[in-house]
């Protein structure tokens, strides 16, 4: 699947993480057992739908529910024992998520987190113990409600999502790809086409700082960060505007560059600054004309 597709593919995964929050929120607001646990598994089955079109996605979406979400969930508990309000409190917080967050790509887990952690709180109680062996909020969820993906798995979350306004979802998302496609045409054009400075990294080895909902699924390997500062071995990337794009494993980041950066310690681009640490250097890029790379050495 080639890099436009990838793109046109996430309106339906934000579509089914809608649904899944919407499924969630309708949950917590239930009262009987059964109502309850009915919502709960059409949240898991709109997971598992959304999953189902990205494969490999589950790792990442795990990772971050325990990064995130664990913590946002520790939070809406405290306000729920200082306010004295109960389960639909989360059940508010979530919806307002749905309907007001700019972009789920890396912060979807705050909506998902609070909720999955409060459900599993009235279905499972001991589930705090379990998510040391089992870190996955989803599966303990499911573990607990012994829910299994239906075969029909695409015809079966089509008739269920009805019940939790897929129309109005998709026609919103519709419009929401429409704004925006001039917008990544241009990203495509600067961060991808054209020439770029890449750095590269390990995960542990990079720090960094971005504001979660502001970002841009490009692939399904990248995301595009409106703004950003990182640090690695190399030195420090501040990105105030315009835009970088990172490998979602953060092995590469790429800038865009205007002309041939030199090889001064302190480079300026459109938007961004780089500071190099002593050792470090700029060399052309062998794999792309007009592009260059951060290496170690003279």
Do not use: C
């Not at 887990?109 to 589930?127: N, Q």
């Amino acid at each position: 699947m080639d890099e436009l597709n990838n793109h046109l593919d996430f309106r339906a995964g934000r579509t089914w993480l809608r649904l899944e929050y919407r499924a969630l929120a309708a949950a917590l607001q239930a009262s009987d057992v059964q109502t309850v646990a009915g919502h709960a598994r059409n949240a898991l089955l709109f997971r598992a739908m959304r999953r189902s079109l990205y494969p490999g996605s589950d790792s990442l979406e795990t990772s971050l529910e325990i990064q995130e979400g664990l913590p946002e969930y520790t939070g809406q508990h405290l306000a729920m024992q200082l306010t004295g309000e109960g389960r639909s409190r989360v059940a508010r917080y979530v919806l307002d998520y749905e309907k007001t967050t700019p972009s789920f790509v890396r912060a979807f887990a705050y909506g998902t987190g609070p909720a999955l952690g409060v459900l599993l709180d009235g279905i499972t109680p001991t589930w705090r113990d379990d998510i040391r062996t089992t870190r996955d909020l989803s599966a303990l969820l499911a573990r607990a409600l012994k829910y299994q993906s239906p075969k029909n798995l695409q015809a079966t979350a089509q008739r269920t999502a009805a019940q939790y306004g897929w129309t109005d979802i998709d026609r919103e998302e519709v419009a929401r790809d429409s704004t925006r496609a001039p917008l990544l045409r241009d990203y495509r054009a600067r961060l991808a086409d054209g020439p770029t400075l890449v750095l590269r990294q390990s995960k542990d080895s990079l720090s960094w700082g971005y504001d979660p909902t502001t970002m841009l699924a490009f692939d399904l390997r990248t995301t595009i960060y409106p703004w950003g500062t990182f640090s690695a071995p190399w030195g420090k990337l501040e990105v105030e505007k315009n835009g970088v794009l990172v490998a979602n494993d953060f092995s590469i980041i790429r800038v865009a560059l205007r002309a041939p950066p030199g090889t001064q310690d302190r480079l300026e681009g459109d938007g961004w600054t780089l500071t190099l640490n002593p050792g470090w250097t700029v060399r052309a890029d062998s794999t792309k004309a007009g592009s260059f790379v951060v290496t170690r050495g003279k």
